[in-house]
């Protein structure tokens, strides 16, 4: 009995030997393994890491700058070869040369009229390659040195449509602004006052100066008609004539239609408008030829040189001829 006894408990034994020695190892060395090894390798990896990200990012930086530097190294070549305002705009030597305008601060000030006026192009066209300063220089260089539209295209890089698109709009606006605006309308004696010189002397309600101007006119020769018509007698070719009126102080204030050549000046002063600008109390300065006095408004008055009708001119008429052309000086200018 004894002996079956010791034998079961020898057989137990063993058993719970072998049952107890997995466990151990389970809960001691994979245990530490697991709590130990992986996180240091992870805070390893982690501080590892950082300095990686931020190089990658400096490259990226650098990267996007080079890229940034090519493309305003892009724009400063195309500026170099292209016309442009800000390529003569310090030179008012260029400035003239190209726009027969003496001066940049005219030329901003002629920009200033038209900067905000909203433009229709041709037909429907939209002209976003050439700034508007660029185009109003571009078409001062085609009426100052009348360059062919495919010179202009080079010079501001566009095509030759574009150009002849610019010219032709910007033409008919400057009419429209320089011309119908500024030019039809004669300002009041009140505003002459404002600013009267010292040599318009006791003409203080002079309204305006007028005088005419004539440029030659180039006449097909098969056309006899219009030789005819603008044949000037007084210049002896064909030319277009035109009635101009200046302020006192020297400001030009009115420009009229051309006419042809072979119109008289009293036809020019009745067709025009100038007759409509006059009121009671004005006073126009004329010059000798200027036989108007009959198609002023009532309440208007001339004043002519003295003409030589005696042997010669009294004293009176002589300071009277003094004063006059002092007044009308700025219109020879």
Excluded at 151 to 178: C, M, P, W
């Amino acid at each position: 009995m004894h002996i079956i006894y010791f034998f079961k408990l020898s057989r137990i034994k063993p058993s719970e030997e072998i049952e107890e020695a997995p466990s151990t190892s389970y809960e001691q060395t994979p245990s530490t393994s697991y709590e130990q090894t992986p996180s240091t390798s992870y805070e390893q990896s982690s501080t590892l890491s950082q300095p990686e990200d931020s190089v990658v990012v400096l490259k990226a930086e650098n990267y996007l700058l080079k890229l940034e530097v090519e493309k305003k190294e892009n724009i400063i070549s195309h500026l170099s070869m292209k016309m442009s305002c800000f390529r003569i705009c310090e030179n008012d030597k260029l400035i003239f040369e190209y726009t027969g305008l003496p001066t940049r601060n005219i030329f901003d000030s002629l920009y200033c009229l038209i900067e905000n006026i909203n433009i229709n192009y041709y037909p429907k066209w939209k002209v976003e390659k050439i700034d508007r300063r660029d185009q109003l220089l571009m078409t001062f260089m085609k009426l100052r040195q009348s360059y062919f539209h495919t010179d202009l295209g080079y010079r501001f890089q566009v095509s030759e449509a574009t150009v002849t698109n610019v010219v032709v709009k910007f033409i008919h606006l400057l009419y429209e602004v320089l011309y119908v605006t500024l030019m039809k309308s004669v300002p009041k004696r009140s505003k002459n006052k404002s600013c009267l010189p010292n040599c318009a002397g006791t003409f203080t309600n002079c309204r305006i100066i007028i005088d005419f101007t004539e440029v030659f006119a180039a006449v097909p020769r098969q056309s006899t008609k219009t030789q005819g018509l603008t044949y000037s007698s007084y210049k002896h070719r064909n030319t277009l004539k035109r009635l101009m009126g200046v302020a006192p102080n020297g400001v030009v204030t009115y420009v009229s239609d051309l006419y042809p050549g072979s119109t008289s000046y009293k036809q020019i002063v009745a067709n025009c408008s100038i007759l409509n600008e006059l009121e009671p109390g004005d006073l126009v300065i004329v010059d000798k030829g200027f036989l108007i006095k009959d198609l002023l408004p009532n309440g208007v008055a001339l004043n002519v040189p003295s003409f030589l009708s005696t042997p010669q001119f009294t004293a009176e008429q002589v300071q009277q001829t003094e004063r006059i052309a002092k007044a009308r000086i700025f219109i020879f200018k």
